[in-house]
């Protein structure tokens, strides 16, 4: 059922907790813990969704924030591009126009990392709003 690569999504999720309860924490383990929170965490948006019966749309626009939230950059934007496509379709507009908006999110999604990374590197790396 959460499967993903012919493993047990739990039986994963299990193991990386085991390292990172036993102090074997790194960044690999972190990343992975993240990628099987994100999976879980669309799958249950998946169900929940279809379950009230909304359009698949909305639960991708709602996979995209989860994804977000977690930290799952390219989840979010793969969740957004298939929300716009969706929205798309159900407005009326060509594959063209779908197409167009899909690139202006990219561009757009481009534009804030780079501020933010200006921005992280105008702060030398500390947090902003904590006092120091």
Do not use: H, K, W
Not at 101 to 123: M, R
């Amino acid at each position: 059922m959460f499967g993903i690569g012919g493993g047990n999504i739990f039986n994963i999720a299990a193991q990386v907790a085991m390292g990172v309860a036993t102090g074997g924490s790194s960044i690999a383990m972190q990343m992975a813990m993240r990628a099987v929170m994100s999976a879980v965490g669309q799958q249950l948006l998946q169900q929940m969704g279809q379950s009230l019966g909304l359009p698949q749309s909305m639960i991708d626009m709602a996979q995209a924030s989860f994804c977000s939230a977690c930290g799952d950059t390219m989840g979010a934007q793969q969740n957004l591009q298939e929300a716009i496509g969706g929205l798309g379709e159900a407005a009326g507009f060509s594959p063209f126009e779908t197409g167009a908006l899909q690139n202006q999110l990219d561009n757009y999604i481009a534009q804030l990392v780079l501020q933010a990374a200006q921005e992280f590197g105008q702060s030398g790396g500390r947090e902003q709003g904590q006092a120091g």
